[in-house]
């Protein structure tokens, strides 16, 4: 069993910076990769960010690389989606997420099946 307790989000205008954190507890050392994910209203719930903990690999959707930076700190059991230069169609509730399988570290890390643990998610919001 893994718990994701979340923290950070709020509101801020466009252009500005958050920083999201994750911590676990638990069987954390059984996650293979950790991600975020975010989900508007009305939309599904969609992939923005994933990193392993072997490799340190991360991985991007297109909407925000360049603009939003995942990592994590295993002193801690922590892991971090700081977010620059946010734009209005950031807003979403956005979620962390671990997976305990390898699926969530090769092709399939993308969908949210690949990932068995959430946390409770937290709301960001960037007004124009």
């Known amino acids: 069993q893994v718990r994701l307790v979340q923290s950070g989000g709020g509101l801020v205008q466009a252009g500005g910076s958050l920083r999201l954190s994750c911590a676990a507890s638990?069987?954390?050392?059984?996650?293979?990769?950790m991600g975020w994910f975010r989900q508007a209203p009305g939309k599904e719930r969609e992939f923005v960010a994933r990193?392993?903990?072997?490799?340190?690999?991360?991985s991007y959707a297109d909407s925000v690389k360049g603009r939003f930076t995942i990592s994590g700190d295993n002193a801690k059991n922590t892991m971090y989606l700081q977010m620059n230069t946010l734009k209005p169609e950031d807003t979403a509730v956005y979620y962390c997420?671990?997976?305990?399988?390898?699926?969530?570290?090769?092709?399939?890390?993308?969908?949210?099946?690949?990932?068995?643990?959430w946390g409770q998610g937290t709301q960001v919001t960037v007004s124009s």
């Open positions: 997420a671990a997976a305990t399988s390898l699926r969530a570290v090769l092709g399939l890390f993308r969908e949210p099946s690949a990932y068995d643990y």
């Open positions: 638990g069987r954390t050392f059984s996650s293979y990769a």
């Open positions: 990193i392993t903990w072997g490799s340190g690999t991360t």
